[in-house]
């Protein structure tokens, strides 16, 4: 089948996290995508994870900013469920990538799919073909944990959401068993493959990675000995979707486990695969906090870790927290080895402690925290596709391009060019998505889908109630033309029919009839899951003019046919909650819509490298930006660094940053200006301004649409270790400089000291800054390059070289540079003497202390928040995390966002960051502005709480218990009894919970969707006694 | 209608999120459970309003309960923590009208845990038979 497609259209390969946000920034931007994956589903490997660390909640229902598609405020799989997805997204499973042919702007990609045994569009998920399948095999979904058959359904939710045959086994040719059972002719076992061209102008590529198979070590014993699992095994085992349902036992002896230990580093930081795989030590804290939620609080979680890379938001946080509060231990020590106990399978784990004693101890259970690799095929889609891989065979990428391929047209997207925790993937592939809008917006303008707005229909409500037999799956374990004449006795209902197949083409043709024919204005369907089909029906209303609101579902199938084997039952419930059904739609009213023309502007404040490389993307497209500096130069911290461990030269590239926006014509830049305030909402915010110059003060106003913060972090500046008290005791940045413009002043030295972690424990905010260590092993490098000679001494607690940078640690100790860890609680101890300065720390191994007398003392101080973002966010109205830095919609998903929308946050002021992680978030924050600002109006809302302000007595209770901080108080307008002031609630803010109409005394609020009049109408009450009486009564 | 043959009438608010995808994975996995439970989808239990609660059994519930998100897991945030608020004010209202605080109750799941939420439909199904027919039921004759 060949397909016709627009040039601006793009491509996606790999339908994990990664390209699914990619692709869904992408469309949303207005331009087609095709979604291709290689597996039988979407979701990838965090598909397999039950939640994510450090937020401990489900992957399922988080994430989007995106109204519309899927779940009311939908989330990463929910918005690609079928009948949800976004219109211009094609997903194409089981495909893969054969060719691609051409330049940036016009590639030509050549696909096959497998054969389709299952059409997905056509599967109605009954599972009659499961049920006559003979063949076992194991399930990958649960690591071959489980079985399923030959034909099954991996696990309940999938995208899409359809059985599907694993492979054709020669079995398969004489059974056949499958086919006739299924009652829509889904099954079809002389598929074929499909092969088609599609003409795209860029391609993201994220097909993310694979873990390590411990096989290949054999002396972890994985496979041999049971009770060593990966770390994906024991998430499936303890996970509720899992095969044990989250019910933990030993793998050997089907008991509860007492002891658990968990093995990092297999397969990573070692001499075959040196890179650091950075998200195992938080995933094994994970699992560790889990193992104590679920199977108890006895069981002994024993870490054998090297570093603990706590490197990112939250994180130490968190690893502290699994300690103090889970009482998960922590043991420095690397295992290479292990031994089974024949008899009992406990597993004897053999450890050296940091003073060099031996221990041996039994664990009944083993957890192998498996490295991050590059992804099987890698090489074959590096060949294909024409970009160069790097020694480790992730996808190489630039230091200031951080999503660019070596192939123009050709972005990369989450882990496949590093190792990476769940935050970074998104913010890499809407920086990706950022890319391709930028080339695609050159080629062909953005078609942003048009979304139907029935009005309110007149007259009476005529309902029509359509019963799914579902082919058997509902009929059979009732009576679906009973309970449709059942319907038709309810009031407003003026016509009801059980269809055999409501979702698919002639079911769907059958009630556009209907609703024709019988003029109805409501409609009502008594099928399956809410979640996964009101939105198909939705859009069939809102196309024949039943708008969003009069629409409702009552799932008779998996909460009435599938649990209730009594029919009797089963039909009593489904009565009554195809009842609860029609009173809502009689009593529905059309979701609330807003349509607002946002001003095409942008303010970015501050002028680092994250502000201007955010100016500079936005205003390539097209936009105005207003770029607000408060001091008096372009540049912010960048300016003091002078070299990068990768070779590059920061000065140049920041330089030319600025020069690239002091010249472009659509960015004016503010220099010695602050923010006063900022009043309106997201697409018309109204900020203003206060610019200082020559002693005379001014106050600008600005009218703009979305809000950038880029105010960046500050290095900590105590006075420590003799911190600019002495002269030989530097700052990291300050011996950069001298390392750069006095490299003579280096060849003199006999010995330099460095210390990390300075400021951990004594400034406001402590995190980690993640950034130091690296920063001191390039510095240590550069010394021994210009002076090999130079003893280089780094005191540390923990290397925090994570991912690729740990072959400059690694590079780091071949040339000689000496790491001594020390104990927090024992810090170095510097001291000044009239021959120099005097550093004196424990060295653990030999439990010695040294006495260093460097010649210079470089000291790595924390980053801390910039000094006004508390004042930043105060004025406008926005959170700090704990660390002090402003806290984003959320830490994993939403990484560049707020909650309150149209304000956007980049580099080290949302934490402190390298310079491709601030380039990708600048260029992520430009893709999501990109997404609403400079297409014209912009419809918000939908299922939304709204004031009845004549209701309102401007109580505030709404104002303080709402998440989301939507609604304020409106003082133009008057409440009860006339007195000014009435709460309003912000649609493109409001969330759709309904906490405020719960919680609000004097029922001034409604949900729409959820009325009160609509729940508890006296003449049709429908939350307390069954109308329909029970068969036993 | 004799005691023996009572067979109660409950209502389940569940949020879209947890309790209501824990009510479609019992179905997926086909765990039964009693059918006496009227599953009311509100987008999130901060949505249960104690009139909500009260409104059911002026119209002759015999029980009612929430499933929500796992504290700290709410989609919403802390709707969760809002409902069970509500509940236990709810419940000592019950108490002081007499029809009883232990008619209600507020319970937590995952999306994945249909054993779960089949459970808990069983256990409030045995809990409200016990304890007979909600005496507003009895009041309005039936």
Partial sequence: ?1033 | MSETAFEPEITAFVCQYCGDMAADSAGWNRISYPANVKIVRLPCTGKVDVHHILNAFEHGADGVYVVACPEGNCHHINGNLSAKRRVKYAQSLLDEVGVGGNRLEMFHVTAAQGDEFARIAAEMTERIRALGPSPVRRAMGK
């Fill in chain 1, 1 to 1033: 089948m060949a397909e016709k497609a627009p040039v601006s259209a793009a491509l996606v390969i790999g339908g994990g996290v990664a390209g699914q946000r990619a692709a869904l920034d992408i469309a949303e931007a207005g331009f087609p995508v095709y979604l291709v994956e290689n597996g039988p589903s979407l979701g990838g490997i965090v598909a397999q994870l039950g939640f994510m660390f450090p937020t401990h909640d489900c992957v399922l229902c988080r994430g989007g900013r995106d109204h519309g598609y899927g779940c009311t405020r939908p989330a990463i799989s929910p918005a690609f469920h079928e009948n949800s997805r976004h219109p211009n997204i094609q997903v194409h499973t089981s495909t893969e990538v054969v060719s691609v042919e051409g330049r940036a702007g016009d590639f030509t990609v050549h696909l096959r799919q497998r054969p389709q045994y299952v059409n997905p569009e056509r599967c109605i998920n009954c599972g009659k073909c499961a049920e006559v399948c003979p063949i076992e095999i194991e399930n990958p979904f649960h690591e071959g944990l489980a079985k399923r058959k030959l034909i099954d359904k991996d696990t309940g939710r999938l995208i899409p959401d359809s059985y599907y045959l694993w492979e054709k086994a020669e079995y398969c040719e004489t059974c056949h068993k499958c086919e006739p059972v299924c009652p829509t002719q889904a099954v079809n076992l002389s598929a074929q493959p499909k092969e088609w061209e599609v003409q795209v102008g860029a391609i993201v590529l994220s097909t993310g990675y694979r873990l390590f198979d411990p096989r290949e070590y054999e002396e972890y014993g994985y496979k041999r000995f049971p009770n060593v699992l990966t770390s994906l095994e024991f998430e499936r085992l303890v996970s509720n979707n899992g095969p044990l349902m989250g019910h933990f036992v030993t793998p050997a002896t089907g008991e509860k486990p007492k002891s658990i230990a968990w093995l990092q580093c297999v397969g990573s930081r070692d001499h075959r695969y040196p890179w650091c795989s950075a998200i195992c030590c938080l995933h094994a804290t994970k699992e560790a906090i889990l193992a104590k939620e679920r199977i108890g609080q006895d069981v002994a979680c024993r870490i054998f870790f090297m570093d603990q890379r706590t490197f990112n938001k939250e994180y130490h946080a968190y690893y502290e927290r699994s300690r103090e509060l889970y009482g998960v231990e922590y043991i420095r020590s690397r295992i290479s080895g292990l031994r089974q106990d024949p008899k009992t399978k406990q597993i004897y784990l053999r450890w050296r402690d940091e003073a060099g004693k031996f221990h041996e101890e039994p664990y009944d259970v083993v957890v192998l925290s498996v490295g991050v690799h590059p992804p099987e095929q890698s090489e074959r889609v590096a060949r294909m596709l024409g970009i160069d891989l790097n020694d480790y065979g992730f996808c190489h990428t630039e230091k200031f391009t951080p999503v660019a391929t070596t192939r123009a047209g050709v972005f990369a997207a989450g882990a496949v060019s590093a190792p990476r925790e769940m935050a970074e993937a998104f913010t890499t592939s809407t920086a990706a998505a950022n890319e391709v809008i930028q080339l695609l917006s050159a080629l062909g303008k953005p078609q942003v889908p048009a979304k139907p707005q029935p009005a309110m229909p007149e007259g009476p409500a005529r309902v029509g109630v359509f019963v799914c037999r579902c082919g058997g799956a509902i009929e059979g374990h009732m009576d679906t033309a009973d309970l449709a004449m059942y319907a038709a006795t309810l009031p407003q209902v003026a016509y009801t029919a059980a269809v055999d197949f409501p979702c698919l083409a002639e079911g769907q043709e059958e009630i556009r009839r209907a609703i024709a024919v019988h003029k109805l204005n409501r409609l009502v369907v008594a099928g399956c899951s809410v979640r996964t089909h009101l939105a198909l029906f939705e859009r069939l209303a809102e196309e024949v003019g039943i708008p969003r609101g009069l629409v409702t579902m009552a799932n008779i199938r998996e909460q009435a046919a599938w649990v209730h084997p009594n029919p009797a039952d089963a039909a009593r419930k489904a009565k009554e909650l195809t009842r609860v059904a029609v009173v809502r739609a009689v009593k529905g009213r059309p979701v609330k819509i807003d349509t607002i023309e946002p001003i095409p502007e942008v303010l970015v404040l501050g002028g680092g490298v994250a502000g201007m490389t955010a100016a500079l993307e936005l205003a390539n497209a097209g936009l105005d930006v207003t770029l607000v500096e408060k001091t008096d130069r372009l540049g912010g911290i960048v300016r003091r660094k002078y070299h990068l461990v990768e070779g590059q030269d920061p000065q140049q590239y920041v330089q030319s940053l600025v020069n690239q926006v002091l010249k472009h014509a659509r960015i004016k830049v503010l220099f010695n200006t602050r923010l006063v305030s900022q009043s309106g909402r997201p697409g018309r915010f109204r900020t203003v301004l206060q610019h200082v110059e020559n002693g005379r003060t001014e106050e600008i106003a600005l009218e703009h649409g979305a809000t950038v913060l880029a105010i960046g972090g500050v290095p900590y500046a105590g006075g420590e270790y003799m911190l600019g008290q002495h002269p030989q005791a530097v700052s990291q940045l300050e011996l950069e400089r001298i390392l750069a413009e006095e490299p003579e002043r280096i060849k003199g030295l006999r010995q330099v000291v460095m210390i990390q972690c300075v400021g951990r424990d004594e400034a406001p905010h402590s995190p980690c800054s993640r950034i130091c260590c690296t920063g001191a092993v390039g510095n240590a490098l550069k010394i021994k390059e210009l002076n090999p000679a130079c003893q280089v001494y780094v005191l540390y607690r923990d290397v925090m070289t994570y991912g690729p940078r740990e072959a400059y640690y690694t590079a780091a100790r071949e040339k000689g540079v000496l790491f001594v860890r020390y104990d927090p609680a024992e810090k170095p101890a510097v001291s000044a003497t009239p021959q120099g300065l005097v550093v004196k720390v424990r060295e653990r191994t030999l439990n010695e202390m040294l006495e260093l007398r460097p010649d210079l003392l470089a000291l790595s101080t924390v980053t801390q928040p910039a000094p006004d973002t508390a004042d930043v966010a105060w004025r406008l109205g926005l959170p700090l995390s704990l660390e002090g830095f402003f806290q984003e919609a959320h830490t994993k998903m939403r990484p560049t966002e707020f909650v309150k929308p149209g304000v956007y946050v980049a580099g080290l002021a949302h934490y402190p960051k390298f310079i491709e992680d601030s380039v990708a978030q600048a260029k992520a924050v430009s893709a999501q502005i990109l997404q609403w600002l400079g297409h014209g109006p912009v419809q918000v809302g939908g299922l939304v709480a709204e004031v009845n302000q004549e209701r309102c007595v401007g109580c505030l209770t709404c104002v303080r218990i709402c998440p989301y901080h939507a609604p304020y108080i409106d003082y133009s307008v008057p409440g009860i009894g006339g007195i000014m002031g009435a709460a309003y609630i912000d649609p493109a803010r409001c969330q759709g919970c309904g906490l405020c109409t719960a919680e609000c005394p004097n029922k001034a609020i409604q949900l729409y969707g959820y009325h009160d009049e609509a729940l508890m109408d006296p003449a049709m009450p429908v939350l307390g006694r069954w109308e329909v009486p029970s068969p036993a009564a």
